[in-house]
């Protein structure tokens, strides 16, 4: 296979040419909503291929080690073993984008019962989750970029 | 439906009840997620009136599901109220005259909040204290002539409580895969209820995109399809959220004023109505438009929908929830030092 021009690129001239020749050939206002979305899909797809994989591999990478931490360190609630459990049981061994996005998945069912455990606690392991959540959702965030509503 | 198609069967619906003249300049006007609204004219010689009809969107490009018939119902007794809220004359509930159940309503003249802020036809702070002002006209309504289906003002206000946040925990476990930002949220909102209040009549999808301003300067509140007896925080609440969205953030923007001047208009206490309760609902208000938003995309993931702005109400979604999360932290630190409810001590006054 060709990598090169890059995901990024080719979506970058598709961006450039719905732009540049497309958006100023329709004059329907209802269309013109549609291709602003398009637009915007296309620039959130950007950010995504370039980042996510190494996001989610990340994020499940840091959420099973806190888990692992606090079975080891701490009463540990069972939610937060059943899930870890079930993640050790399911986890793909794959670097393709289902198989990490599938593992993303079952380390977000980790994350949510820690954060329902520790939804009280100001200790280290509390602050740890609402850290791994707050950077999972900026990452979000990063993904969107520049946005304002178009209403459809 | 084609727009010729509406045209046609305006005409006949409209000469069935006894309006004459022809139907013009039926034009959509374009915004809101929800219904499509159309403008027109209708009339002959120099009597002309201007009308909008709202209709239901076809069901596979439907993001939310109301009941057109109750919406009537509710805008029928706000029209008896007095309510600032624009004349309703006539409705197809089942659909069998226009196509799909709409109603027919006065057309109002003017901008809404939204586009008179952002080309600068008034200063956002007095945009402000019209919304404040409007939203306790409505929120001091006596609900005994509505709907039952909305509910009764005066219920209990931990059971409404405990219902949205049920509802934000239902909407986690019926969603594609799990969703640690709503599980938290759910376990962050029930920990940090503010001081109770009465419920009463809201809006629901109170925003500055709903809020018309008359050239007389008087205000008028449209779509009323998420009407319902709640907190009257939620307003508030909810037209921050969409105001994040879609700037300027009109209420966010002068939320002192707004909360010292709706404590003044109705009597509510400056420890139940104060910036860090109305952020709380910020929070809180998600659930209504953004479950359904969460709904669509898990139906477009699923292959059940190809519905593009599904795919397209990913960015909004994200952005909201960064907004909910910086919210429970600025709070949750607030609260840290004084855990307790948002606010103090307890509010019985109705607003």
């Known amino acids: 296979m060709m990598s090169k021009p890059s995901t990024v690129q080719l979506i970058s001239v598709i961006r450039e040419h719905l732009s540049d020749a497309i958006a100023p050939a329709v004059s329907d206002a209802g269309q013109q909503k549609l291709l602003a979305m398009i637009d915007h899909l296309l620039q959130t797809i950007a950010v995504r291929a370039e980042h996510e994989i190494d996001w989610m591999i990340n994020h499940v990478h840091d959420v099973v080690a806190l888990a692992d931490d606090m079975v080891n360190t701490a009463s540990t609630p069972g939610a937060v073993i059943e899930a870890l459990d079930r993640y050790r049981e399911q986890h793909q061994v794959s670097l393709t984008a289902s198989a990490v996005t599938a593992n993303y998945g079952l380390a977000a069912a980790v994350l949510a019962a820690i954060l329902e455990a520790t939804v009280t606690d100001t200790g280290e392991h509390g602050s740890a989750a609402r850290r791994l959540l707050q950077r999972d959702v900026a990452r979000g965030v990063q993904v969107v970029g520049e946005f304002e509503l178009v209403p459809p | ?351």
Not at chain 2, 70 to 95: K, M, Q, T, Y
Not at chain 2, 301 to 306: A, L, N, W
Not at chain 2, 339 to 349: K, L, N, Q, V, Y
Request: net charge negative; glycine share 10%.
């Open chain 2, 1 to 351: 439906m084609e727009t010729s198609q509406l045209w046609d069967r305006l005409g006949r619906f409209l000469a069935v009840r006894g309006v004459s003249g022809q139907v013009q300049a039926l034009t959509p006007i374009v915004g809101g997620f929800s219904q499509i609204t159309y403008r027109f004219s209708v009339g002959d010689g120099d009597r002309q009136r201007d009308y909008v009809v709202r209709c239901d969107r076809p069901g596979g490009a439907q993001l939310t599901t109301t009941d057109r018939a109750l919406e009537f119902r509710v805008i029928e007794a706000l029209n008896a109220a007095a309510a600032p809220v624009p004349r309703v004359r006539w409705a197809d509930l089942s659909g069998a005259e226009l196509g799909t159940p709409a109603m027919v309503s006065d057309f109002i003249e003017g901008p809404n909040f939204l586009q008179a802020a952002r080309s600068g036809l008034r200063p956002t702070a007095e945009l402000a204290e019209l919304a404040t002002r409007a939203a306790a006209q409505i929120h001091r309504l006596d609900t005994a002539g509505f709907p039952v289906e909305i509910g009764r003002d005066g219920g209990d206000w931990d059971g409404y409580i405990d219902t949205r946040i049920q509802a934000w925990r239902d909407l986690e476990a019926r969603q594609a895969e799990r969703m640690p930002v709503l599980r938290y949220l759910a376990c962050w909102l029930d920990l940090h209820r503010p001081e109770p209040v009465p419920l009463c009549l809201i809006h629901g999808e109170y925003s500055t995109a709903n809020l018309m301003l008359q050239p007389s300067g008087a205000v008028s509140v449209i779509d009323w399809e998420f009407a319902h007896v709640g907190d009257p925080r939620m307003d508030f609440g909810w037209c921050i959220q969409r105001g994040g969205k879609e700037p300027p953030n009109v209420v966010a923007d002068h939320l002192d004023l707004v909360c010292r001047r709706y404590c003044e208009l109705t009597g509510m206490s400056e420890t139940a109505m104060n910036p860090a309760a109305v952020s709380y609902f910020v929070v809180l208000s998600g659930l209504r438009a953004f479950g359904a938003v969460l709904d669509g995309i898990t139906r477009f993931t699923k292959g059940d929908s190809s519905l593009l702005l599904s795919a397209y109400l990913v960015s909004p979604w994200s952005l909201a929830c960064d907004q909910w999360l910086q919210i429970t932290e600025t709070l949750g630190s607030a609260a840290r030092q004084r855990p307790t409810r948002i606010g103090a001590g307890h509010s019985g006054e109705r607003p």
